[in-house]
């Protein structure tokens, strides 16, 4: 089990290292394109890893596109995949995965939709928040099971942009 951990500690390394370059010698898991989100990550405490991405942030529409949960897995044959676990959606608009944090075997994670705002004295939009979603994630929970994923649309007065989250000893986020 610890090699395991050990195994996908270096993968998570490897994984955000990459993130630096376009190109690299290392094996692809997620595109160069994909790499901006993965900041947001975790471990649960059966050593599963996950992690985030989202839209190309230097592209010319940097918050259009989707952004996902992935599990991250080693096969047999020593390579490693990306498992689609959550695709953000709020009311059917792609929204981008801002934090992602574990509790045991429950990930929870955030989205945000960003729309630009055009703001009086300002001569560019303004990219802001206007409504986020809350995702729990039951990772032990089989893909066709209906209690897997639950998520809540926060209320106007919670939107915020969540870069990272957290859960505390009592297990508050």
């Not at 370059?21 to 405490?45: H, K, P, R, W």
């Not at 001569?123 to 994923?149: C, F, Q």
Request: net charge negative.
């Amino acid at each position: 089990m610890l090699l395991k951990k050990v195994s996908l500690l270096i993968i998570c390394l490897c994984v955000t290292l990459t993130s630096c370059y376009e190109e690299s010698d290392l094996t692809t898991i997620l595109s160069s394109s994909e790499l901006t989100g993965t900041e947001n990550s975790a471990f649960t405490i059966t050593g599963r890893y996950f992690t985030t991405s989202c839209p190309n942030f230097f592209s010319p529409d940097p918050y259009g596109g989707d952004s996902f949960i992935y599990e991250i897995t080693k096969n047999s044959d020593g390579s490693y995949e990306k498992n689609e676990v959550v695709k953000g959606d709020i009311m059917g608009m792609p929204c981008t995965m801002t934090g992602l944090t574990s509790h045991g075997t429950l990930l929870y994670a955030s989205c945000t939709y960003f729309t630009a705002l055009t703001v009086p004295g300002f001569p560019e939009p303004v990219v802001a928040p206007v409504m986020a979603k809350l995702y729990r994630i039951d990772t032990l929970k089989s893909d066709g099971d209906p209690d897997k994923v639950k998520s809540v649309i926060l209320p106007d007065h919670a939107i915020i942009l969540a870069n990272g989250m957290a859960v505390d000893f009592r297990g508050n986020i």
